[in-house]
């Protein structure tokens, strides 16, 4: 098996406005996947249709499809479709994954450069380059988010590192709580702003099918859902209200936030985690996000080093629970 083989999951649910040049773009791939797993949760429009038209003509292309549960499951949702389609791989037989929405048009060498950058530098546990939107006038404009985390539209992991973290919850905030358990265990997340890492998304985060503020709500939960410390969800909501819809986009998310916080809504349950990440959140207040980023990852360079050069035998030890 060469080392730089990777399988791509895609969820996806009536995709047929954008797929197209997604599908295409994949196909202009320099590098492509060994295996690329589209996941149809119950589309009702052509997404079908194209999906059998693209596996048809590329043996690297597998459909799986599952049941119309009668609307759009943003996170869980999309979640429950990824691991359906991570079902039927064997990840023994790649050294990479990358879960992709079905929204985007990549750049010719994307696989091929962040391959390329994780066989370098190993304890890059998780990498993506960075998403653009065209607005009214036809310009694209970036998304703006941080080079601390991979994007959760083009997610690529190490299966080394995919294994160690326990994989994503299913929830809303699980591609923000996987690049922060990744740090926790000592691989290093990143974006990139390079060019041939630039991608458009055709549809822009923080949006959803009803509205961009109920996207921003749900966004604010997921934050309150992953530990964020509130000081740092009124930072992130001053930020973001700097940014269209102004003001009222950085409230939606403290609705979100605080909504949760008052009716008691659950968290995810591991404390250890929670606690990580507050105190980066707090540290990041102080010196900003890259250099406490830099920090952690400096303090915790041997561990990534171990994580980066453990065994497959080794990394399932780690999963292991204690007395097994």
């Known amino acids: 098996m060469s080392s730089k083989r990777y399988v791509v999951i895609s969820p996806c649910r009536n995709e047929a406005e954008y797929m197209r040049r997604t599908l295409d773009s994949m196909v202009a791939q320099t590098a492509q996947p060994g295996l690329w797993v589209i996941v149809d949760d119950g589309s009702t429009d052509e997404t079908p249709a194209i999906l059998a038209e693209y596996a048809a003509a590329h043996d690297w292309i597998r459909v799986v499809q599952k049941p119309d549960r009668g609307h759009r499951a ?8 990824f691991y359906a389609g991570l079902d039927t791989v064997s990840l023994d037989d790649f050294s990479y994954l990358c879960k992709l929405d079905l929204d985007l048009d990549l750049p010719p060498r994307y696989f091929e450069i962040l391959i390329g950058r994780m066989e370098e530098t190993p304890r890059i546990g998780t990498c993506s380059g960075k998403a653009y939107f065209r607005n009214a006038a036809g310009e694209l404009v970036s998304e703006q988010i941080g080079d601390e985390m991979s994007l959760g539209m083009t997610k690529l992991y190490s299966v080394a590192c995919f294994r160690q973290i326990g994989g994503f919850v299913r929830e809303v905030m699980w591609d923000g709580i996987d690049c922060h358990k990744a740090r926790q265990m000592g691989w290093a997340p990143v974006s990139w702003d390079d060019p041939d890492l630039r991608f458009e998304h055709l549809r822009p985060m923080g949006s959803s099918q009803q509205s961009i503020f109920t996207g921003r709500r749900r966004h604010g939960f997921g934050q309150y859902y992953m530990g964020t410390h509130p000081l740092f969800m009124l930072a992130s909501a001053l930020n973001k209200a700097r940014q269209r819809p102004f003001v009222l986009g950085g409230l939606a998310m403290l609705v979100g936030y605080f909504g949760a916080w008052m009716r ?8 250890d985690l929670i606690a990580f990440i507050r105190a980066y959140q707090r540290r990041a207040l102080v010196v900003g996000k890259a250099r406490a980023v830099a920090e952690i990852e400096a303090a915790r360079r041997d561990v ?21």
Request: no cysteine.
């Open 74 to 81: 943003v996170g869980p949702g999309v979640i429950e479709a």
């Open 264 to 271: 008691g809504a659950e968290r995810h349950g591991d404390q």
């Open 304 to 324: 990534s080093h171990r994580a980066g050069e453990a065994s497959q035998s080794e990394l399932h030890q780690l999963e292991k629970p204690e007395g097994s």
